[in-house]
Nanobody, 115 residues
């Protein structure tokens, strides 16, 4: 079993920035893929940013140019840097990692963008 612990969520004003962290209990080198998803109230969970294999990344159109996914192998941690935040970015953000074809999810962290 892989444990994922997210942190870094909170309340921020529109135009502000936040950095989410996801610490994994297993080395990132053995992960097939890792990424961030989000779920707003009344909506389905959606992909925000993913990193497949080594460095290949993919972003949803709604965050492209504003969000950046990155990793620190030494700390077994994946980050999501979020800039120019908008009210529509408000959601619970979930970390996801795939090991040996199996999905693992964190508990989620709330991000609220409001003035």
């Amino acid at each position: 079993q892989v444990q994922l612990v997210e942190s870094g969520g909170g309340l921020v004003q529109p135009g502000g920035s936040l950095r989410l962290s996801c610490a994994a209990s297993r080395s990132l080198f053995s992960a097939n893929a890792m990424g961030w998803f989000r779920q707003a109230p009344g909506k389905r969970r959606e992909m925000v940013a993913v990193m497949i294999g080594g460095e290949a990344t993919n972003y949803s159109d709604s965050v492209k140019g504003r969000f950046t996914i990155s990793r620190d192998n030494a700390k077994n941690t994946v980050y999501l840097q979020m800039n120019s935040l908008k009210p529509e970015d408000t959601a619970v953000y979930f970390c996801n990692m795939v090991y040996l074809g199996r999905n693992h999810w964190g508990q989620g962290t709330q991000v609220t963008v409001s003035s």
